[in-house]
């Protein structure tokens, strides 16, 4: 596609059910990030897809939130057993490889509010 | 993860007036980038900068990575209102990773 998408562009949930949340990055783009961003504060790292390798997770808040990536294209977040500190906008960008991450395309995010 | 201070948290200005922001770490950084992000939009990046010292522009954006690689300023001159948004610094160290700063709310008042 032209650019980074993703959906929904928001999402209201209850307190502990799950939510997905996907993202298509740019066609030919190797290299795929997941950031949160709070009301007020900057882009917080999730985790990281770089082709074939297996995927930096160190910026996971706690072991209800995964995400993979098939096929080296469309990615999923998952967040389990939603909490209220959860809610945020989930900003998904991606990158043409790891030379050029710093060149990313960020999607417009999905807005996630849990009740 | 690393901390990026930014600086001021929000401005509101006149139209026509330059502005100035910036962006302090106590990590070095290789890379340093600045985005801006539209209202119900993803960031989008601005400038770059890959050298210490460099000093780049952008229309009316110019932006400089400072000498001890630890910060970064940017100014907006002659500003107009479609200037309005967040500013967001980044840092690079490595090879796949960025850290954001807080973000400048800039208003501007026609």
């Known amino acids: 596609g032209a650019g980074v998408s993703q959906s929904p562009s928001n999402k209201v949930t209850e307190k502990g059910k799950d939510v997905e949340l996907r993202c298509d990055p740019i066609s030919g783009h190797t290299a795929l990030y997941w950031y949160r961003q709070s009301l007020g504060q900057g882009l917080e790292f999730l985790i990281y897809?770089?082709?074939?390798?297996?995927?930096?997770k160190s910026g996971l808040p706690s072991d209800r939130f995964s995400a993979e990536r098939t096929g080296g294209s469309v990615s999923t977040l998952t967040i389990q057993r939603t909490q209220q500190e959860d809610s945020a906008v989930y900003l998904c960008?991606?990158?043409?490889?790891?030379?050029?991450?710093?060149?990313?395309?960020f999607g417009s995010g999905t807005q996630l509010s849990v009740l | 993860g690393q901390q990026l201070n930014q600086s001021p948290q929000s401005m509101f200005i006149q139209e026509g007036e330059d502005v100035s922001m910036n962006c302090t770490s106590s990590?070095?950084?290789?890379?340093w980038l600045w985005y801006k992000q539209d209202p119900g939009e993803g960031p989008v990046l601005l400038i770059a900068?890959?050298?210490?010292?460099e000093l780049t522009s952008n229309g009316r954006l110019t932006a400089q990575f400072g000498i001890t690689r630890k910060d970064s300023f940017l100014n907006i001159s002659a500003s107009i209102p479609s200037d309005v948004g967040i500013y967001f610094c980044?840092?690079?160290?490595?090879?796949?990773?960025?850290?954001f700063g807080t973000g400048t709310r800039l208003t501007v008042i026609p």
């Open positions: 900068l890959y050298k210490a010292g």
């Open positions: 897809f770089q082709g074939n390798s297996a995927p930096d």
């Open positions: 990590s070095i950084f290789n890379t």
């Open positions: 980044a840092g690079q160290t490595g090879a796949n990773n960025l850290f």
């Open positions: 960008a991606s990158s043409l490889d790891i030379t050029t991450n710093e060149k990313l395309f």
